[in-house]
């Protein structure tokens, strides 16, 4: 079973992308996993769409609202790359600029 990472530092409801195609890959018996800040309200509405069987939220656990939010960023990138290192996923997708950030990370320490 193939595993993909889906990382999106904002949150994933505003993405129509996120919700159709990990209900796709799913449906298709991989794998997904979405890295993901908390979101400050509404948290359980992200929990209720339905994603698909093989999918699950991630949040990290490192983010406070004391740092600033490139702070946040940094811990969420290192917190991304461990997992990548982890878990070893076979395709990662993206899903804003920021999160990109964390695709540096895990360029730089493969």
Same mark, same amino acid.
């Given at each position: ?8 530092? !904002?949150? @994933? ?9 990990? &209900?796709? /890959?799913? #449906?298709? +018996? ?9 979101? =400050?309200? #509404?948290?359980?509405?992200? =929990? +209720?769409?339905?994603?698909?069987? !093989? ?5 990290? @656990?490192? /983010?406070? &609202?004391?740092? @600033? +939010?490139? /702070? #946040? ?15 070893? @996923?076979? +395709? ?19």
């Amino acid at each position: 079973m193939k595993n993909f990472f889906f990382i999106s530092w !904002n949150d @994933p409801k505003f993405y129509n992308t996120i919700i159709f195609l990990s &209900k796709r /890959l799913s #449906n298709k +018996n991989y794998k997904i996993k979405i890295y993901t800040k908390k979101p =400050e309200q #509404n948290r359980d509405i992200i =929990e +209720n769409l339905d994603l698909g069987k !093989n999918c699950r939220i991630v949040y990290c @656990p490192f /983010l406070s &609202k004391f740092f @600033p +939010n490139f /702070l #946040n960023l940094f811990f969420f990138s290192l917190y991304c790359l461990y997992k990548y290192f982890f878990f070893k @996923p076979d +395709n990662i997708i993206f899903f804003d600029k920021r999160s990109l950030i964390s695709f540096l990370f895990i360029r730089i320490f493969k």
